[in-house]
T-cell receptor, first 113, second 114 residues
């Protein structure tokens, strides 16, 4: 079973604050993803990566940066957080794309006041 | 790009009743189709996946129907029980391009009343 660990589980910050969300996967998956989940929108892809040092832009990237430092670690950075970024964030990993299953972390609930 | 519409957003049924959740998609090149389940307060886990042409997959009390002609995917619960109460998301991936991103539907919150 793939293991994807996110930290922190909950985060509160103020508008303009700096936030880093962390994700680690331990199954040597090539692909890692950051999604945000909002009511009425389902899951929307922010950024993804297919290996260390690689970064691909997702569907809702504005206001977010990401960095894949190793095969295991993928970070999401909010450098000037805004209230519109209040959301539930999920990290996921997969062996490949297409028909491969995504394995999700437990999620990080972020509130920007 | 791909757009996925999932209906209904909320569904309440009595235990033992059937329930149907439907997704329609726009990209005719879509090839991989998934259903994920999210229990309250938990993360998403794969429920079922369907590939290629019209196909019926069954398991765990669910049936998945794929109609590529109509670009429609459905999840059918034959006899719901309280443990099925959760949010369900369809997801679709096309074959075009080197990176086949998944596009998720908006989700359906299913409540099964004992």
């Amino acid at each position: 079973e793939a293991a994807v660990t996110q930290s922190p589980r909950n985060k509160v910050t103020v508008t303009g604050g700096n936030v880093t969300l962390s994700c680690r996967q331990t199954n040597s998956h090539n692909y890692m993803y950051w999604y945000r989940q909002d009511t009425g929108h389902g899951l929307r892809l922010i950024h993804y990566s297919y290996g260390a040092g690689n970064l691909q832009i997702g569907d809702v990237p504005d206001g977010y940066k990401a960095t894949r430092t190793t095969q295991e670690d993928f970070f999401l950075l909010l450098e000037l957080a805004s209230p519109s970024q209040t959301s539930l964030y999920f990290c996921a990993s997969s062996v490949g794309t297409g028909g491969n299953t995504l394995y999700f972390g437990a999620g990080t609930r972020l509130s920007v006041l | 790009g791909e757009q996925v519409e999932q209906r209904p957003p909320h569904l309440s049924v009595r235990e033992g009743d059937s329930a149907v959740i439907t997704c329609t998609y726009t990209d005719p090149n879509s090839y991989y189709f998934f259903w994920y389940k999210q229990e309250p307060g938990a993360s998403l886990q794969l429920l079922m996946k369907v590939f290629s042409s019209t196909e019926i997959n069954e398991g765990q009390g669910f049936t998945v129907l794929l109609n590529k002609k109509d670009k429609r995917l459905s999840l059918n619960l034959t006899a719901a029980h309280p443990g099925d109460s959760a949010a369900y998301f369809c997801a679709v991936s096309a074959t075009t391009g080197g990176n086949n991103k998944l596009t998720f539907g908006q989700g359906t919150v299913l409540s099964v009343i004992p």
